[in-house]
Each structure stands twice: as C-alpha cells, then as structure tokens.
C-alpha cells in the first residue's frame, strides 16, 4: 500500500506564511497526480491545489496568487507553499495522491492523515 505523512501545519498569524509537506512511501509503482485539499469545521472538503506528475498545476480561486503547489518526484513529495494566509484559511488540510500500489494495475486515491493549519486575525 501507499502511505501518505504530511507535516508542516501550525499556528500562524493573518499574513503570514507557511509550508506544508507529503511524503509519499510504501509499495509504490506510480504516482500520478498529487494535491491538497481541506476541511473547515462544518464545511465539505474542498480541493485546494494539485499536481500532476509533469508539473501541471491547478489551483482553487480562492487561492490563486497566494498559494504555490509543488513536486520533487525524486522523493515522492508535495508541497503547498501558503502565503498572505487569511483566517479563512483556516482548516484540516489533506493531502492526496492518486497512485498505482506496486505489481497492481490499477490506480487508487490515497489519503494523509491530515495537518492543521489555523490562522489568527
């Protein structure tokens, strides 16, 4: 199976910046694309940026500009550069890959434990 750890998240304050990581290991044949997602209390989750294995980039609206997703495929890793962090920021953050577990043929969605960043005004 593919296991999924991210770290990063913490306390910041409106404005602020912070970096989150995933690191992807365990029995991988490939991984394909890579993104993170969030939840706010009472709230659906939502995507937040992804990746795909050539760089391809997508972000949701409300982030654009101030977020940056990136991928060193060398160590199966993800990462989500936060800036100019808003209260409404504030939330579980998840990451996810789609990705082909060694020796099978098929493509599964894998889920991190998740990490949370909370921003204060």
């Known amino acids: 199976q593919v296991r999924l750890v991210e770290s990063g998240g913490g306390l910041v304050q409106a404005g602020g910046s912070l970096r989150l990581s995933c690191a992807a290991s365990?029995?991988?044949?490939?991984?394909?694309?890579m993104g993170w997602y969030r939840q706010a209390p009472g709230k659906q989750r939502e995507l937040v940026a992804l990746i795909t294995s050539g760089g391809i980039t997508n972000y949701a609206d409300s982030v654009k500009d101030r977020f940056t997703i990136s991928r060193d495929n060398a160590k199966n890793t993800v990462y989500l550069q936060m800036n100019s962090l808003k209260p409404e920021d504030t939330a579980v953050y998840y990451c996810?890959?789609?990705?082909?577990?060694?020796?099978?043929?098929?493509?599964?969605?894998?889920w991190g434990q998740g990490t949370q960043v909370t921003v204060s005004s």
């Open positions: 996810n890959a789609a990705a082909r577990p060694w020796g099978n043929s098929k493509t599964y969605d894998f």
């Open positions: 365990g029995s991988i044949g490939s991984l394909n694309a």
